[in-house]
C-alpha cells in the first residue's frame, strides 16, 4: 500500500511553504510514475504533478507551475511535493499515488492528507 507521510502537514497561513512526503511501496522497480492529486471541498479530484520514478522527469497542473515542485529520494523511497506561496484554495485533502508499470492509470493511492491554508 501507499502510504502517505505527512510531517509537519496540516494548517498553514497563506503565503507560506509546505511540504508533504509520500512513501512509495517497497518494489520500486516496479513503479512507472508517481503522482499527487488534491480534492477540495465539494469539487471533484485534480491532478497535481507527477513524476517519472525513472529519470524523475517532472509535469504539473498548469495553475500549479512555478508554486508547487515534486521530487524524489530513490535511496529512501520518498517523494516530496514541495508547495511555497500557499493559497487559501489550495485548501484540499493531498493524495499520494503510484502508477505501476505496464498499467494506464494510477492503481494505488494513499489515505490523503488535509491541507489547509489560512487567509
Known amino acids: 500500500q501507499v502510504q502517505v507521510v505527512e510531517p509537519g502537514g496540516g494548517l498553514v497561513q497563506a503565503g507560506g511553504p509546505l511540504r508533504l512526503s509520500c512513501a512509495a511501496p517497497?518494489?520500486?522497480?516496479?513503479?512507472?510514475?508517481m503522482g499527487w492529486f488534491r480534492q477540495a471541498p465539494g469539487k471533484e479530484r485534480d491532478f497535481v504533478g507527477n513524476?517519472?520514478?525513472?529519470?524523475?522527469?517532472?509535469s504539473y497542473a498548469d495553475s500549479l507551475k512555478g508554486r508547487f515542485t515534486i521530487s524524489k529520494d530513490s535511496v529512501k523511497n520518498m517523494v516530496y511535493l514541495q508547495m511555497n506561496s500557499l493559497k487559501p484554495e489550495d485548501t484540499a485533502v493531498y493524495y499520494c499515488?503510484?502508477?505501476?508499470?505496464?498499467?494506464?492509470?494510477?492503481?494505488?493511492w494513499g489515505q490523503g492528507t488535509q491541507v489547509t491554508v489560512s487567509s
Open positions: 499515488a503510484v502508477r505501476p508499470s505496464g498499467r494506464a492509470n494510477f492503481n494505488y
Open positions: 517497497g518494489r520500486t522497480s516496479s513503479i512507472y510514475e
Open positions: 513524476i517519472k520514478w525513472s529519470g524523475s522527469t517532472t
